[in-house]
């Protein structure tokens, strides 16, 4: 309920109603109650991996094979025009298909935070209705436990180097990142709406004493209750 999106019921099969809410992701297999549908392209890499597009809402037992045949279409919908030679046109590219400024967004976050797992897993995304606006949104965000620094593999460990390149610094294993990102960072307006951004949050939330002071608090708040823990499990700077 923490999505704004519209209920999709079982029988929600025609028209309008057909088009939202859906809620998928790019992510692992864990867990019960799972199916996906395979993405018609793998990930830009010397390694290219297929990429999976798994069902959050409705979840796989309750979702219509029709639902399921309108999310996929739309999506590859949307694969197709990022991947076209008009690709950054307002009405023929990809941004027909989807929230360019919600892209812009997680990115800054996915990159401020240097969070290895980005665009490859745990990646949600959310598709109202078209009366509603229905285009595709990245997020809500979630699972930045290995952020800030906070992984010794590809790279995650490094203040350096960009999460949306994963796939050139590990490309042997899995769950590599979608074509997406970086075929966005061709666009220039997509690049100016970055800029833009980031020197708006520069001004605000991502303002270094905003950062500090958020650190501060947290800090205040969590200081007495870590040390208890560190002495009932007494595993701090253990692996």
């Known amino acids: 309920g923490r999505v704004n999106i519209s209920k999709l019921d079982f029988d929600d099969l025609y028209a309008d109603s057909l088009t939202g809410g859906y809620i998928i992701k790019v992510d692992k297999f864990t867990g019960a109650n799972n199916d996906s549908w395979t993405s018609a392209y793998q990930s830009i890499s010397s390694n290219p991996q ?13 979702i219509h094979q029709i639902q399921k045949n309108y999310i996929a279409a739309y999506l590859n919908s949307f694969e197709d025009a990022l991947d076209g030679p008009n690709f950054s046109d307002t009405t023929l590219g990809y941004r027909a298909y989807a929230d360019i400024n919600s892209f812009v967004d997680y990115l800054l976050l996915t990159e401020a935070t240097k969070n290895v797992d ?5 990646t949600y995304l959310y598709k109202n209705k078209t009366s509603k606006g229905g285009k595709l949104h990245v997020g809500p965000p979630w699972d930045y436990n290995l952020g800030w620094g906070n ?9 350096n180097g960009w999460v949306y390149e994963f796939n050139d610094v590990c490309s042997s294993g899995g769950y590599q990142v979608p074509f997406w990102w970086g075929k966005l960072m061709t666009d220039p307006e997509f690049l100016n709406r970055i800029n833009c951004r980031w020197n708006e949050l520069r001004q605000g939330p991502f303002h270094s004493d905003s950062i500090n002071q958020l650190i501060d608090q947290k800090a205040n708040y969590l200081n007495s209750s870590a040390e208890r823990n560190f002495i009932r499990w007494d595993i701090l700077s253990t692996y």
């Open 50 to 62: 297929p990429i999976e597009f798994l069902y959050h809402y409705p979840e796989a037992d309750d």
């Open 118 to 122: 980005g665009y490859r897993i745990s």
């Open 151 to 159: 992984a010794d593999y590809c790279e995650g460990g490094l203040t």
